[in-house]
């Protein structure tokens, strides 16, 4: 593994269903973060890890949920899909949340849900 | 609220200089970022500001004026490659990244 990688690459759910979209990454990085993107918006934060065993809302929480019980890997949980969930995920992680510690992304899951 | 303003498209000739402006209203200010986002890819680090003043790095440069709320990403001798988005995130009081929808910039030969 080279960096931060995400899985699946892409999906198309029913709604009503359970996801997991799986997130990891090998650079030792404290902080994890897990947007989505939505065409004409900004990224905007759904949860974040400052560090291994803790987690916060950002600005979208709603309908989803994360775990961190480790350092390299953020799961992110969609407990019963809606289709306004529908969006491209990204993860994101960096060596701290402070300074000019850069974010590094994961390429994107891309989900659909019907 | 929180607000982050950056033009929606833009368009530049091959081997020009184009710059593109980002204002920013936010809680608090902890650093302004620079991210290239080519189409259907993950976003990918530029430059980094926390102090007032310009920072260059190779045919990139960025600029932060604090008191304005105002920072730009000047691109030189552009390249059909720089056709991108281009985004602006503002580090708030809480260390969260605030995001701007980002520039599209198209590059014509």
């Known amino acids: 593994i080279a960096g931060i990688t995400q899985a699946p690459t892409s999906q198309i759910l029913a709604a009503g269903r359970r996801m997991t979209l799986r997130c990891t990454q090998d650079?030792?990085?404290?902080?994890m973060y897990w947007y989505r993107q939505d065409l004409g918006l900004g990224l905007r934060l759904i949860h974040y890890s400052n560090t291994a065993g803790t987690t916060g809302k950002g600005e979208v929480p709603d309908g989803y949920s994360v775990s961190r019980a480790n350092t390299d890997d953020f799961p992110l949980t969609l407990a019963s899909a809606v289709p306004s969930q529908t969006s491209v995920y990204f993860c994101a992680s960096s060596a701290s949340i402070s300074g000019g510690n850069e974010q590094f992304f994961g390429p994107g899951t891309r989900l659909t849900v019907l | 609220g929180q607000n982050i303003d950056q033009p929606t498209e833009m368009t530049a000739t091959e081997g020009a200089i184009v710059q593109i402006n980002c204002t920013y209203q936010t809680s608090g200010f902890n650093g302004l970022f620079w991210y290239q986002q080519h189409a259907g890819e993950a976003p990918t680090f530029l430059s980094y500001?926390?102090l007032d003043g310009l920072e260059e790095k190779g045919r990139f440069s960025s600029f932060l004026s604090r008191s304005k709320g105002y920072s730009y990403l000047l691109l030189k001798e552009l390249q059909m490659k720089d056709s991108a988005s281009y985004l602006c995130?503002?580090?708030?009081?809480?260390?969260?990244?605030?995001w701007g929808a980002g520039t599209k910039l198209i590059i014509k030969p």
């Open positions: 995130a503002v580090r708030d009081s809480n260390y969260q990244l605030i």
């Open positions: 650079m030792r990085h404290n902080a």
């Open positions: 500001n926390v």
